[in-house]
Nanobody, 123 residues
Framework: QVQLVESGGGLVQAGGSLRLSCAAS????????MGWFRQTPGKEREAVGL???????HVVDLVKGRFTISRDNAKNTVYLQMNNLKPEDTAVYFC?????????????????WGQGTQVTVSS
């Protein structure tokens, strides 16, 4: 059974940093595109960014210059480094894995999901 397990969330002051990790029990992890999404109550899950199997990385404009995504295929882990955090970054953050990802911006492109980790940024 495939599992994605996020960790690293917590409470941080505005301007601070957090690094989220997502460990995946995927036999061919290196072949998967890995995405990060976030969700706040009452809102749809929104894309944060994607790192493709090729290591090509994209993040959405809202977090560009502050967030980066990296992966370690030897550890079956993807990371979301978040710097200069803002209160509006407060959300539950999810990682996702897929092999048929086209844009990385739609949740239905991904096959597997983690349970999420809470990030709270205080002002």
């Amino acid at each position: 059974q495939v599992q994605l397990v996020e960790s690293g969330g917590g409470l941080v002051q505005a301007g601070g940093s957090l690094r989220l990790s997502c460990a995946a029990s995927l036999r061919t992890f290196s072949a998967y595109d890995m995405g990060w999404f976030r969700q706040t109550p009452g809102k749809e899950r929104e894309a944060v960014g994607l790192i493709a199997w090729s290591d090509e990385m994209h993040v959405v404009d809202l977090v560009k210059g502050r967030f980066t995504i990296s992966r370690d295929n030897a550890k079956n882990t993807v990371y979301l480094q978040m710097n200069n955090l803002k209160p509006e970054d407060t959300a539950v953050y999810f990682c996702a894995a897929g092999t048929r990802v086209r844009t990385g911006r739609r949740a239905n492109e991904f096959e597997y999901w983690g349970q999420g980790t809470q990030v709270t940024v205080s002002s």
